[in-house]
């Protein structure tokens, strides 16, 4: 089929249905989910995937690797969420990738939720990435109800692409082998930009152990892990180099017992 003619069915589908792409789109900003909040995820998760399911995909909840020895962290966060056309053995064909987690902590979608002023909708999350789920889902259920797509369908839905996707990555290295094609639907830039890549990234968990001592009495005798945790920091930020794009963050510190030692 010609894609004009593509573009006028889709088009003539999807333009009544923008309400109902609204109301789905205050949903799910409603709902937190920020990376770590595995419960709030797996909800969202839970959300897509029921729609999904009322459209005549078959849906899974994807069980988790093993987590690396030195990172078992990654066993907390929430699952990789998957629906089909065509059942979970046939081949992953067309390919619609998008991640649930956002930046936002637990309680952000209650303190500033969904609103629409103008022609601007705000809330956590609903750029990056929620507009993608829900563009995703109706796209998806569009090609398959008007019968433009001949080979199987996936959509793949990350819990944790916010901090690189280190868990839902080899989920997504288990089942997409093969595929066809891959749409991510990450948010573009103003006048109408499309992303068609992103940086690569890495993380390290740094642990510094000190030694006690009173800071008034002993102060000699004592070796302070923050001190040091900050000398660190400053080093590694060195690495910093903007004229390549290469970027360092230090995102997290926590440590200490008390003011006084």
């Known amino acids: 089929m010609d894609l004009t003619l593509w573009k006028d069915k889709l088009d003539a589908y999807l333009d009544p249905q923008e309400g109902d792409m609204l109301r789905l789109l205050e949903r799910i900003v409603n709902m937190d989910s920020f990376t770590t909040d595995a419960q709030g995820v797996d909800q969202l998760g839970t959300v897509l995937t029921d729609w999904l399911r009322e459209a005549g995909f078959q849906t899974f909840m994807m069980p988790k690797t093993e987590a690396p020895a030195d990172e078992p962290w990654q066993a907390d966060l929430g699952h990789v969420f998957m629906a089909k056309t065509h059942g979970r053995e046939a081949e992953p064909g067309i390919v619609f990738l998008g991640h649930m987690d956002t930046v936002f902590p637990k309680g952000t979608a209650q303190a500033r939720p969904f609103k629409i002023e103008g022609d601007r909708a705000t809330g956590p999350g609903v750029a990056d990435m929620k507009a993608g789920l829900v563009a995703n889902l109706f796209a998806a259920r569009a090609l398959k109800r008007l019968g433009l797509i001949d080979c199987p369908m996936t959509l793949m839905f990350s819990p944790d692409e916010e901090l690189g996707s ?14 066809r094609a891959a749409i991510n639907s990450e948010p573009g830039g103003p006048g109408g930009l499309v992303t068609v890549s ?9 642990k510094v152990q ?10 000699a005798d004592g070796a302070s892990a923050i001190l040091e945790i900050a000398h660190k920091t400053l080093a590694i930020d060195t690495f910093l180099d903007l004229d390549r794009g290469l970027t360092v963050n230090t995102g997290l510190i926590s440590g200490g017992v008390s003011a006084n030692s």
Do not use: N
């Open 198 to 206: 992103r940086k690569g990234s890495g993380h390290m968990f740094l």
């Open 210 to 219: 000190g030694k006690a001592s009173h800071a008034g009495r002993c102060y």
């Open 166 to 179: 280190p868990s839902a990555s080899r989920t997504l290295a288990q089942v997409l082998p093969g595929a």
